[in-house]
């Protein structure tokens, strides 16, 4: 009798270790890809700078807080659009295949 139990705890410890690492092993993996996306996604942005789509809320500095966003063709035209108070919130996007890969935002 006490053999057959000591034979069950022992399954169970291999049953609840056999978990443990099979749970280890999908988590290992599922970082392996996230790490994998997120590597590819900053080499994409490094080698199309270009394609970032730049805005700013040009009303964040006004009394009224209304959130006006507008699109600039570029970093000098957003630059100038500022009267020293708004562009207090900006974003840099890119996208890829027509979907947000990054959005790089600063308040």
């Known amino acids: 009798m006490c053999a057959g139990v000591g034979f069950v705890l022992m ?9 443990v690492v099979s749970r280890e092993a999908i988590s290992s993996n599922g970082v ?3 790490e994998t996306y997120c590597k590819e996604i900053d080499q994409y942005v490094e080698a ?10 040009v009303g964040s500095g006004a009394e009224s807080r209304n959130d006006n966003w507008r699109e600039f063709k570029s ?8 009267d020293g108070y708004n562009l207090n919130a900006n974003a840099n996007v890119w996208l890829k295949s027509g979907v947000v890969v ?4 600063m308040f």
């Open 11 to 19: 399954l169970l410890m291999i049953a609840a270790n056999w978990n």
């Open 32 to 34: 392996t890809s996230i």
């Open 48 to 57: 199309n700078p270009a394609l970032g789509r730049i805005f700013a809320d």
């Open 75 to 82: 970093e000098e035209e957003r630059q100038k659009a500022g």
């Open 102 to 105: 990054v959005a790089h935002c």
